[in-house]
């Protein structure tokens, strides 16, 4: 009798503690940027989420046009990206509930010291993307289909240059991230485009050196948008809204702001 008095007293001493543990291990999945993870800002902000809410906030970064497709496919229950065009289509087809404004910052065109193409110091973008192509000297794309690339593509549209035939020429293609694309300008001395967090937090620069900023073209523009729970049931949607209510209210927005490296603040809230 004390035997069985025993194994009871085990296994709703398990009971307790299995629903303890589900009760501190509610997660959500956001599909997110590079330029979120790398920069250090998810690090900073979500522990503090984590903390009100008993929340955690899983995050796959990869580049945005990659984490929209891993959205629609139900792959999570968050999009934090910056490509406002592909995510209003996003919402519009039916994909996400709504699109909020989080937060920007800008563009930079960077280049080698050596500035071969003579691009440094202007306010143009698409006048420098022009002259870059015109010297035929090396750039180095993501070309990953993330907010980053998608961005270059619209400046190589507007100078008129044709990429796609300059591929595998001047114009190299990674097919990675930005600090992949970056150490692979920073050791052939080649342009690139590149978010201003990424390159803040890039610690391998060589003689890399920002060449063109302050274009309006390289404003920078990031949204939240919860996964259609409709399209997916598996979303987690009050959990998911209850992030992103956090991420665009007071706290969260605040949050954003706080986050500097070597005193250079890297995101610029705006949800508001």
């Known amino acids: 009798m004390f035997e069985n008095w025993i194994k009871a007293g085990a296994v709703a001493l398990a009971i307790t503690g299995a629903g303890s543990a589900q009760a501190t291990e509610e997660f959500i999945v956001m599909q997110s940027t590079t330029s979120t993870q790398n920069s250090g800002l998810l690090d900073h902000i979500l522990p503090a989420f984590t903390a009100e809410s008993g929340i955690e906030v899983r995050v796959v970064a990869v580049g945005t046009g990659q984490a929209i497709k891993n959205a629609m496919n ?3 229950d968050v999009l934090l990206v910056h490509a406002k065009a592909a ?4 919402v519009a087809e039916g994909w996400g509930v709504q699109r909020f404004d989080v937060m920007y910052n800008d563009f930079v065109l960077v280049g080698p010291a050596a500035d071969p193409a003579g ?7 698409v006048a420098a993307m022009s002259m870059i192509a015109t010297a035929g000297v090396p750039f180095a ?7 980053t690339h998608k961005a270059e ?3 190589w549209k507007s100078a008129g240059v044709d990429v ?3 591929s595998g020429g001047w114009y190299r293609e990674t097919g990675s991230g930005m600090g992949a694309t970056l150490n ?3 050791g052939m001395g080649a342009y690139a485009l590149t978010d201003r967090a990424t390159w803040i937090a890039f610690a391998n620069k060589g003689d890399l050196e920002i060449m063109v900023e302050g274009d309006t073209r390289l404003f920078n523009q990031y949204g939240v948008i919860l996964v259609n729970p409709e399209k997916h049931h598996g979303v987690k949607a009050e959990a998911g809204q209850r992030f992103i209510d956090w991420l665009i209210g007071s706290d969260g927005q605040a949050a954003i702001a706080s986050y500097t490296l070597d005193g ?9």
Not at 119 to 125: A, H, L, M, N, S
Not at 141 to 147: A, F, L, P, V, Y
């Open 74 to 76: 139900g792959d999570g």
């Open 87 to 90: 995510e209003e289509k996003f």
């Open 119 to 125: 691009i440094k110091g202007g306010e143009d973008v």
């Open 141 to 147: 794309s993501r070309g990953d289909d993330s907010g």
């Open 153 to 155: 593509l619209s400046h």
């Open 164 to 166: 796609a035939a300059a």
């Open 184 to 186: 692979l300008a920073a």
């Open 264 to 272: 250079e603040q890297l995101f610029f809230p705006n949800a508001n």
